[in-house]
Structures are given as structure tokens and as C-alpha cells.
């Protein structure tokens, strides 16, 4: 499957993102998605997983109750909804879809075997 992630941009502390990810050439149903994030000098880090149904969704402490994600299977499209938004959440921020249906979701990013191009994030203080 191939991935476009788009959405990114610059925002002030506080403030809200949504970013978007288009999958294309295979069924979208059939993997769960994630997203991951990578700050400068940083490893890219998991942020948020959810499943090929969208009933199971599981979130990086950092991020939880701030950051929502969902998807619409018939636009082949997954959203990270970003709120309250701090400046350590700045990062590229990557979509991936993991193929393997497992009931569990990953936070590892092994599992993943497509990934888009990122996207910047910058928050400013």
C-alpha cells in the first residue's frame, strides 16, 4: 500500500492539527494504521495505532487525551486529530500500516511495512 501523509504545518502552543493520511493500491481495510513521529537528533518514536476496523485504537502516554486517532475506510484515508499542542510535539510526523491483523495493536515500528513521507509539525511557544 502506498502512503501520502499531508496536514502538517506551523501552530502556536495550544493550538490544534489534523493530519491526514491517503493509502492507495491495496485494500486499506485489511491493515491497521499508526502514526510516529520523529523530533530532530531523535528517534522516531510511536504516537498513535488503530485497528483495520477502527474499533481499537492504542495511544503513547505523551500524547494521550491530547491526540485523536481515527480512520474512514471507504476514502482510504486514517486523521490524527492534534490538540492542545505543545512545543515538544514537534516532529515529521509518519504514517505507517501494518499488514499483519494482529489483535494487539504495535507501538513498534517493525511491525509497519509501508510508511509515507512525513509531515512537519512545528509548535511554537
Known amino acids: 500500500v502506498q502512503l501520502q501523509a499531508s496536514g502538517g504545518g506551523l501552530v502556536q502552543a495550544g493550538g490544534s492539527l489534523r493530519l491526514s493520511c491517503a493509502a492507495s493500491g491495496r485494500t486499506f481495510s485489511n491493515y491497521h494504521m499508526g502514526w510516529f513521529r520523529q523530533a530532530p537528533g531523535k528517534e522516531r518514536e510511536f504516537a498513535a495505532a488503530?485497528?483495520?476496523?477502527?474499533?481499537?485504537?492504542s495511544y503513547a502516554d505523551p500524547v494521550k487525551g491530547r491526540f485523536t486517532i481515527s480512520r474512514d475506510n471507504a476514502k482510504n484515508t486514517v486523521y490524527l486529530q492534534m490538540n492542545s499542542l505543545k512545543p515538544e510535539d514537534t516532529a515529521v510526523y509518519y504514517c505507517?500500516?501494518?499488514?499483519?491483523?494482529?489483535?494487539?495493536?504495535?507501538?513498534?515500528?517493525?511491525?509497519?511495512?509501508?510508511w509515507g513521507q512525513g509531515t512537519q509539525v512545528t509548535v511554537s511557544s
Open positions: 505507517a500500516a501494518d499488514p499483519t491483523t494482529y489483535k494487539v495493536l504495535s507501538a513498534t515500528d517493525s511491525r509497519y511495512n509501508s
Open positions: 488503530i485497528s483495520w476496523s477502527g474499533g481499537s485504537t
